[in-house]
């Protein structure tokens, strides 16, 4: 009895091994479409199907077909139809893409992008794989072939295919579902969360090398992943890859933010309504450098090269082993300087052709392009059984109130909305600490905001310390992702030199806090939004 195989595909990889291997052992071969096409140039016998390629419902070749392969089994005991005529193999798959929002809607000429009739043939041979063999994946192409030449099909392994098929055909729906859904703009939280995640690539090891790890993609048109390109060193691992994340959030917030004019509707301590407005930072080339997620050192210069020094300054015995991360291209006289850290990798929107030969010189190094901000889609966390989903922190501001007497200068003001981006990722508790849109002081994850003051003012004396030649010796600006109480730890900052804190607010003491300002001269701001980080 001569056995059936459908072959309808959209991945040609091993499909001609495949086939060749069916004839061979004396199967028809029935396929349609450019897979028909594909084969027949491989000299290998089709017989054509056109219902495959029939997508105008009703199709009662369609539903012909599929009676071919549900009907294999104790259903050809009491069938009319020939035990030769039933399908025993089907290999298909079909790539989830996502589609614009018109592609869905019908119209007089043509159906919408949904593809029902391939879904519902990998479907149905799913649910008949203890009579059909269903292959959506090449990998397990050569699995196939040698159980079908042993004529030994295990059903542990019609399962597993059965298991990989629905998993396609979930993806598939999951991206018309989200297709629809989210560029409808009214299910930002559908009732299930379905999002069809590729595996992209093994990365080197986990958190720990003893911990595997692999990356899925979402989309390759969607997301800043999708414009990561890995140019020299060493394969990614989940701690760089998580570090040049944390990087090139910052780096696009700067870019969608501090780079454009914007402003943020203010009152003062009398409130009086004015508007706040921040002096765009076009001319400016933003540094960072972080460890476990952390920056340990950021700042915005006139170019890469002064950037660079400052962000260096902050804390130099701390670079090595850092992800460094810049708003510019990287050229030959920052090479020059990046090449003396031991830096696991350097993200960039590219790299001069001087700057690779330069940095080359250690192989080691990751040289990763970006060339896509990040985009604004929900965070995932997952957690043991199930899945934590939030909106991504993205607005540095809603309001400010200017809550004492002095106000602070246009400077402080740009400085502060810069802090406010390390702020937003680095771990909380957090304090930062500026002096001339350089770091001087960065603490982050504590347990409590008295101890990253404490923290942070330490590293700003420390700075001081190793940069003696530094003109302005003070530590200007203190930023918190969150409110401060009036303690021992924040007055200690008037005699560190701050002139300027931006927080949350909302403290029980907040007015004796309001008040030791006043009597120093410092400027404070309320924002009344917090940006906690974990």
């Not at 298991?163 to 009732?191: H, V, W």
């Not at 090449?339 to 001087?354: G, M, Y």
């Amino acid at each position: 009895m001569k056995k059936k195989a459908l072959l309808y595909t959209s991945n040609f990889e091993k499909l001609a091994t495949l086939a060749q291997t069916l004839v061979h052992e004396g199967w028809e071969i029935i396929s349609a479409g450019a897979t028909a096409d594909f084969l027949k140039a491989q000299n290998i016998a089709v017989t054509i199907d056109r219902s495959l390629e029939d997508h105008f419902l009703p199709n009662e070749k369609l539903e012909n077909l599929l009676r071919l392969i549900v009907g294999t089994g104790r259903q050809i005991q009491t069938s009319h139809t020939r035990a030769e005529s039933f399908i025993s193999l089907v290999c298909a798959n079909i790539t989830p893409t996502f589609h614009k929002l018109n592609d869905f809607l019908e119209n007089d000429k043509s159906d919408n992008c949904i593809d029902l009739n391939l879904i519902s043939i990998i479907r149905s041979a799913a649910k008949n794989y203890n009579n059909v063999l269903i292959l959506t994946d090449p990998a397990d192409y050569d699995e196939a072939i040698i159980q079908i030449k042993t004529e030994s099909i295990t059903t542990d392994f019609r399962l597993k295919l059965a298991g990989k098929a629905l998993n396609l055909t979930s993806a598939y729906d999951a991206t018309c579902a989200c297709s629809i859904m989210y560029q409808r703009g009214e299910e930002k939280y559908p009732n299930y969360y379905m999002i069809p995640f590729k595996r992209l690539a093994r990365l080197r090891h986990g958190m720990n090398e003893q911990q595997t790890a692999y990356i899925y993609s979402l989309n390759d048109q969607i997301g800043a992943l999708s414009g990561l390109k890995k140019i020299q060193g060493k394969e990614l691992n989940f701690n760089i890859l998580e570090n040049c994340f944390a990087v090139w959030k910052c780096i696009s917030l700067f870019l969608k933010i501090l780079k454009n004019p914007f402003t943020v509707e203010s009152l003062d301590a009398n409130n009086y309504p004015f508007t706040t407005q921040f002096t765009p930072a076009a001319g400016s080339v933003f540094t960072i450098a972080v460890k476990n997620t952390n920056p340990i050192g950021a700042a915005l210069g006139g170019n890469l090269l002064e950037s660079f020094r400052k962000t260096y300054a902050c804390d130099p015995s701390s670079l090595n082993g850092a992800t460094f991360g810049c708003s510019s291209v990287v050229d030959r006289e920052a090479a020059e300087e990046l090449i003396k850290i031991d830096f696991r990798a350097i993200i960039a929107p590219d790299f001069s052709r001087e700057a690779k030969e330069i940095l080359s010189q250690k192989k080691e190094m990751r040289l990763v392009i970006a060339s896509k901000p990040l985009s604004n889609y929900n965070e995932l966390k997952s957690i043991d059984g199930g899945l934590i989903v939030q909106e991504p922190d993205w607005i540095p501001f809603k309001h400010w109130r200017v809550v004492t007497q002095t106000r602070p200068t246009q400077k402080q003001v740009d400085s502060m909305a810069f802090g406010t981006l390390l702020a937003m990722i680095a771990k909380s508790d957090a304090a930062i600490i500026l002096n001339n849109f350089g770091t001087v002081g960065i603490s982050a994850g504590n347990t409590s905001r008295s101890k990253a003051i404490r923290h942070a003012i330490y590293d700003a004396q420390e700075f001081f310390q190793n940069n003696v030649n530094c003109e302005d010796r003070s530590a200007e600006i203190l930023i918190s992702d969150s409110l401060l109480n009036f303690d021992e730890s924040t007055k200690a900052l008037a005699d560190a030199g701050i002139k300027a804190i931006i927080q949350t607010g909302g403290a029980p003491n907040d007015e004796e806090f309001i008040q030791f300002c006043n009597e120093k001269g410092i400027s404070m701001v309320f924002t009344d939004i917090q940006h906690l980080a974990i």
